[in-house]
């Protein structure tokens, strides 16, 4: 009340004059971002982290990875028409599948076999090989790719355990949900190899959740603890929780997910969650959003996290029904586990995810691609835009500013580096840079003396940048040295 009346007895100019000092103190004591230990952390434009202004014809964009080919359908006996929950990752020079396996009769309505978990593996991401195991019988023959048999084949999931304190006997690891009698909850198994598996315990480690989904679970080595992500029921809506643990046996009480504000409460089936490599303080997911009063049609959509609780949620599905094709029906449109580099695409990223549930004799997962970061970028249209950071503290090794870019014809990006408040910095403005065009993964930014930005640090440790896009498309940048 006492600064109330204290305006009321200023002129109105100098009013505004005291209320945009008022503004820019504010600027110049909020707290700085700090790319990593050193500065150099990579960071995307997926959320918004680094931007504090768009204006103009700038804005945020999520984009859609390319429908490619179908890499694998479920035809042996022992898959069929309701195999699901494929997880994929990168093994060395080997790509490792696991799924479920198994069959609905669309007229009886029933299962016509038991579920099994089976693996196949690939040496370049798109042909894939189902080998003959020999470890468990399916109708009278071990001649299969079964690799559990039993307590949680309905949606086991595996992955690469990079703890430095895991045993060579659990270099692999595993979790899925049982249900025997009195003990239901996600059980954690453990192996040499990726092909034969055990139980690493008795009981259930979680039990608070519904876990009929695919629940998953990893080592995130930038917090040092393994993380799980599995489904629960929260007022009849499905949602995604979380825990974490030291040991894979013993976990924290789990947390429901929170989204930023605004985000309308939706379905949410399989969630995806895992580091991803290029940044891998960022947790990405593919969550599907499932629709059961429109014909339970489901969809992919993506969210990222920073802290791996709270996520910022895209709407829009980046896997649409219209990519081909039979991926309009009930659960015949998840997306894999999985996010892998290829031979051959290596400004590329490949995703899958499945179509034709329910629908034919089998089911088929189908590959897609992303450009590298290319998930969102910050868009600038003809008309061009602005975008303006937070500021951003420049660590000691940085030296140049790289940026992942792609430029339509005609288009340009254009880059800044003011000071904290928004003042020039001479030699780093707009007219002092080189317009950067076409397309590249890391393209350095030069201004007219160079694009050395050392000699900044000392007088001006804390900056903002500032981009001008106009038909162009800026997906992420760093500080390298």
């Known amino acids: 009340m006492t600064t109330t009346r204290a305006f009321k007895t200023i002129k109105p100019r100098r009013c505004v004059a005291i209320a945009l000092l008022f503004a820019a103190q504010l600027v110049l004591t909020a707290e700085p971002l700090t790319l990593g230990p050193d500065g150099t952390r990579w960071e995307l434009f997926v959320d918004r982290f680094l931007i504090a202004k768009l204006t103009g014809d700038a804005k945020q964009h999520l984009h859609m990875p390319v429908a490619k080919e179908v890499v694998l359908t479920t035809d042996a006996p022992w898959e069929g028409n309701t195999s699901a929950y494929y997880t994929i990752f990168r093994d060395g020079d080997l790509f490792r599948m696991y799924y479920r396996g198994s069959h609905w009769d669309t007229g009886t309505k029933k299962a016509t076999h038991r579920e099994v978990t089976c693996y196949a593996e690939s040496r370049d991401g798109i042909h894939w090989v189902k080998p003959k195991l020999g470890l468990f019988e399916f109708n009278g023959s071990k001649e299969n790719n079964i690799v559990l048999d039993g307590l949680g084949t309905h949606c086991f999931v595996a992955f690469k355990d990079n703890n430095p304190e895991s045993g060579p006997g659990a270099r692999y690891r595993g979790i899925a949900r049982g249900w025997p009698a009195g003990k239901k909850g996600l059980y954690v198994y453990e192996s040499p190899d990726g092909i034969r598996w055990k139980l690493t315990r008795n009981e259930p480690v979680i039990t ?5 989904s695919q629940n ?18 929260v007022n009849g809506v499905r949602a995604i929780m979380t825990a974490t643990s030291g040991d894979f046996i013993h976990w924290t009480e789990p947390v429901l997910l929170t989204y930023q504000d605004g985000i309308p ?3 949410l089936y399989t969630n995806a969650v895992q580091p991803y490599a290029r940044a891998p303080h960022l947790l990405l997911g593919f969550p599907t959003r499932y629709l059961p009063e429109d014909g339970q049609r489901v969809e992919p959509t993506l969210m990222i996290s920073r802290d791996g609780v709270a996520f910022h949620r895209w709407l829009e599905p980046v896997v649409p029904e219209s990519a081909p094709k039979d991926r309009g029906g009930n659960r015949s449109n998840y997306m894999a586990w999985g996010v892998v580099e290829i031979p051959g695409r290596p400004g590329h990223l490949s995703v899958y995810a499945t179509e034709a549930y329910y629908t034919g004799p089998d089911s088929r997962l189908r590959r897609f691609e992303y450009r590298k970061d290319g998930f969102v970028s910050v868009r600038g249209g003809g008309e061009s835009g602005k975008l303006v950071t937070k ?19 005609g288009g340009s990006i254009r880059a800044a580096i003011k000071q904290s408040n928004g003042q020039a ?16 993964l890391q393209q350095h930014v030069a201004w007219k003396d160079g694009g050395d930005i050392r000699n900044l640090r000392g007088n001006h440790p804390v900056v903002r940048l500032e981009f001008e896009l106009k038909n162009a498309d800026l997906f992420s940048l760093q500080f390298q040295p």
């Open 208 to 212: 608070e959740g519904a876990f009929d």
């Open 425 to 440: 910095i001479a030699g780093y403005t707009l007219h002092d840079c080189k317009p950067l065009r076409g397309d590249s």
């Open 391 to 409: 500021p951003i503290t420049l660590g000691q090794a940085a030296e140049r500013l790289i940026v992942n870019y792609r430029a339509n014809q």
């Open 265 to 267: 409460v939706q379905h």
């Open 216 to 233: 998953l679970a990893f080592w995130d080595a930038q917090t040092g603890q393994y993380r799980e992500y599995h489904r629960t029921f």
